[in-house]
């Protein structure tokens, strides 16, 4: 089999580090890892598993506690960690999967808005892998959860082709853990910064 034209590593230590996510709770070891740079990376790397049968497991920043980034037997990693050019506007932002989401959100308050769903690993998580996840965090209760903010998600399916699916449409990939597809880029909504006040009582 000819490798496509992407980074792949599969020495011990790289092996060792993608077999498991933050869970440590079980391992499988893949027989490498893909690292795209780019849309055209990734999905050269889809098709190459599905023509030859492959298993592929899709990674973010590997913080995940329920398994979702551990690779299948016999499969690889497609890693989108060096997918991660971003770009922040009024009410939204739109970013390649592997962005992590702490950056977005410090660039998000520069003009006065914030991430609403926002997991405790915000800050070496991707934003792909929490939609992947359908994050939520310490502020659930008030805005949700990832999917609930979804404008647009662009998805190479497992086939290889590549797909932009609206709010609706993209509620299926929220939560699917990679199942369904490798997300490559998301356009989310973000809320307005609030205000916060400090009170300090003082008595005798």
């Given at each position: 089999?000819?490798l ?63 398994g ?10 497609i ?76 998805v ?34 973000l ?8 009170f ?5």
């Open positions: 089999m000819k496509p034209k992407v980074e792949f590593r599969k020495t011990d230590d790289i092996l060792e580090v993608y077999s498991q996510d933050a869970s440590r709770w079980y391992r499988v070891k893949p027989l490498g890892v893909f690292f795209p740079k780019n849309l055209e990376e990734a999905q050269k790397c889809v098709e190459f598993c599905y023509k030859n049968g492959i298993p592929i497991t899709p990674r973010g920043g590997g913080s995940g506690l329920t979702g980034a551990v690779p299948e037997n016999g499969g690889v990693v890693s989108t960690e060096k997918m991660k050019n971003f770009s922040v506007e009024e009410g939204f932002f739109i970013s390649e999967a592997g962005a992590i989401s702490g950056e977005i959100e410090k660039k998000a308050n520069k003009i006065g808005y914030t991430l609403p769903a926002q997991p405790s690993s915000l800050n070496f998580s991707t934003i792909g892998g929490n939609v992947a996840a359908d994050a939520a965090g310490l502020r659930s209760v008030k805005y949700g959860s990832a999917r609930d903010y979804i404008l647009e998600l662009e190479i399916l497992p086939d290889g082709k590549i797909k932009t699916f609206g709010p609706e449409e993209s509620q299926l990939f929220a939560g699917s853990e990679g199942t369904l597809g490798l997300i490559s880029k998301v356009k989310m909504k809320v307005k910064l609030k205000k916060r006040k400090t300090v009582f003082l008595s005798e």
